[in-house]
């Protein structure tokens, strides 16, 4: 998390205004409780910095109005602390006013392959929460690896060391980014069996890993669930993320690509997306009740993921009565603040009948929490294969040569108070969703038993 923000909205004009109230209470130095992230807020001015153990680094100087204008901030009585809240999400980071940051803030690492190579290691060592899901002795590990950087150390290199030092992580929200080059290269040590088969499948016929990606992502949305499986009698909406139909004469189908991007295609938006999902479900559940639908099933058999409070608010739309649905805190915290997360029944239409869900390895991070949400609601049967396990946000931090180091911090918990991150949560029955030569064939098979079954 930084405190840097998307855009700079407000007039340019505001800087040579006088301080507000709020902006006066904030000045000083602030650093977040968990999270690395620290802030010297002077005059109109925030700076913010990457903060690990033993390395610090500056994220930039940008103006105080801006931040103030894209985050709640609610200041403390005593003015020692304040929270950050963002729009469409009950998540928050609490950040506590300290003397000063520490003295290393003062020499940041350099941009050599050296000082790149001890904030990556850092940065992992500060924050990251799973090492002992993953058995990995992280400190042994970068002892080793560091002698292998050298001044001399290629880019390419560099990049080899680095995702090698990530490979025994096999953990969906992790990885690096960087730019070589002018090329762009990313490292992601787990990015679903599905795609594990597609990307070996690319580098066989010699094509691009990208381009064999999406034109799967394609082919498996465009032609097999909306040809195959809806069989063109189907809806694609909430802006090409959502399709739902009937695939049985009392069966309801709704299948979720992503769980953010629903107004506009764009993730970023939580409040708006929040708001266009809501209408698409009030269309589906209004066609599945004219249908007279007494089952649904909800495909997350590839899910993205996206925002928490968007997969909360779907699992609204199927409960009953409020439920206790999962808790999350961050392990980097020194002082652990648990949020638990509740399922409130919507005040619009809902579908209160038997819900059949669907996952596999490539329901991932916002599909994840919805699976938790829906799992504690007692007419759902959880079906096909345990998710990807990488339930926790992805944390971002910029090395000094700008490459982007992505992980985990974050731990949650189910309803039970089961935590699963690394092994995926196991459905109440095992079945095959994506496997063989063909998988859309062994997708399409599982489907149509589901809603047979479902008769």
Not at 57 to 69: H, I, K, N, Q, W
Not at 295 to 321: E, H, K, Q
Request: net charge negative.
């Amino acid at each position: 998390m930084s405190l840097k923000y998307l855009a700079l909205a407000a007039p340019l004009a505001c800087l040579g205004c006088a301080l507000s109230p709020q902006s006066q209470a904030l000045q000083g130095t602030w650093l977040s409780n968990g999270y690395g992230t620290g802030a010297r807020i002077s005059g109109q001015w925030v700076e913010s910095f990457a903060v690990a153990n033993q390395t610090c680094l500056s994220e930039g100087r940008d103006p105080l109005f801006g931040l103030l204008a894209e985050y709640n901030i609610t200041l403390a009585d005593d003015g020692q602390s304040f929270v950050l809240g963002f729009d469409g999400t009950d998540q928050i980071i609490r950040f506590d006013r300290i003397a000063d940051l520490p003295d290393y803030c003062a020499t940041p690492p350099a941009d050599t392959p050296i000082g790149n190579f001890n904030m990556f290691a850092d940065v992992f060592a500060t924050h990251y929460a799973f090492f002992d899901v993953y058995g990995v002795d992280w400190d042994a590990a970068v002892s080793r690896a560091r002698q292998r950087v050298t001044p001399d150390t290629t880019d390419e290199e560099l990049f080899a060391i680095l995702s090698g030092l990530l490979a025994p992580l096999a953990d969906g929200h992790i990885g690096l980014k960087a730019r070589i080059d002018g090329n762009r290269w990313l490292y992601e040590p787990n990015p679903g069996a599905l795609f594990e088969k597609v990307q070996a499948d690319a580098r066989a016929a010699g094509q691009s890993i990208d381009a064999a990606e999406d034109a799967f992502r394609r082919t498996y949305w465009d032609t097999h669930v909306a040809g195959r499986i809806l069989q063109g009698n189907g809806t694609t909406t909430g802006s090409g993320f959502v399709q739902y139909g009937l695939v049985g004469q009392r069966t309801g189908y709704i299948n979720f690509l992503t769980m953010a991007g629903f107004a506009t295609g764009d993730i970023g938006d939580p409040v708006s997306d929040i708001a266009a999902i809501h209408d698409v479900m009030d269309q589906a559940i209004a066609e599945f009740e004219a249908a007279g639908v007494t089952n649904v099933i909800i495909d997350l058999s590839l899910n993205f993921g996206g925002f928490d409070d968007a997969a909360l608010a779907i699992a609204g739309r199927f409960a009953t009565a409020p439920v206790f649905a999962l808790s999350e805190y961050p392990a980097d915290a020194p002082d652990r603040i648990t949020l638990r997360r509740n399922v409130q029944p919507s005040a619009r239409s809902r579908f209160t009948g038997p819900v059949t869900l669907i996952t596999s390895n490539m329901t991932v991070s916002a599909g994840e929490i919805f699976t938790m949400a829906l799992r504690a609601l007692p007419q759902t049967t959880h079906v096909g294969q345990p998710t990807r396990g990488a339930l926790s946000d992805v944390l971002e931090k910029e090395l000094p040569n700008g490459w982007i180091v992505e992980l985990s911090n974050e731990v949650y918990s189910d309803h039970e108070g089961i935590e699963w991150e690394g092994r995926g949560i196991t459905p109440d029955r095992r079945l095959s969703v994506f496997a063989g030569a063909n998988p859309l064939e062994t997708h399409a098979a599982l489907v149509a038993r589901l809603a047979d079954e479902a008769r």
